[in-house]
């Protein structure tokens, strides 16, 4: 049922024959973030049926918790019993990255343009080919 050795090992105390009582709510769905309430009376997995990737955090209560391939394929978190919240955050390290070398770049071409103009005013008619010095 799961590719996952360490869910097991999370799960193996549990009693899989006993019925285990609880319910989720979704409280905020979007790209990049799901909440959700839950609540259970024994330790359980909640399976969320959106498709696992490594770059989605999760947090139990505040506390960030692993996240396990359930099913080949989804994404889910062994919640202890009673009542949490479950955040599912999305962190592309790219997308950052990718903000900072633009940062950077334009900064480089405001001083680019920068001093060009302040060497335009100084040296009027330097560089260019037409100019009778």
């Not at 869910?7 to 009582?21: C, E, R």
């Not at 905020?28 to 955090?57: C, E, G």
Request: include cysteine; glycine fraction near 6%; hydrophobic fraction near 40%.
């Amino acid at each position: 049922m799961t590719e996952d050795p360490e869910l097991f090992a999370a799960m193996k105390d549990q009693d899989s024959t006993k019925h285990i009582a609880g319910q989720a709510t979704m409280r905020q769905y979007s790209p990049h973030k799901v909440t959700i309430s839950a609540q259970t009376d024994a330790r359980a997995v909640l399976v969320l049926n959106d498709m696992f990737y490594p770059n989605w955090k999760a947090t139990i209560d505040g506390n960030f918790t692993k996240i396990f391939r359930v099913n080949c394929l989804f994404r889910g978190v062994v919640l202890p019993p009673g009542n949490h919240t479950v955040e599912f955050s999305y962190y592309n390290p790219w997308f950052h990255r990718g903000i900072v070398v633009s940062a950077l770049s334009w900064g480089a071409v405001v001083l680019f343009l920068g001093f060009a103009s302040i060497r335009e005013k100084r040296h009027p008619d330097s560089g260019r080919p037409w100019s009778s010095t």
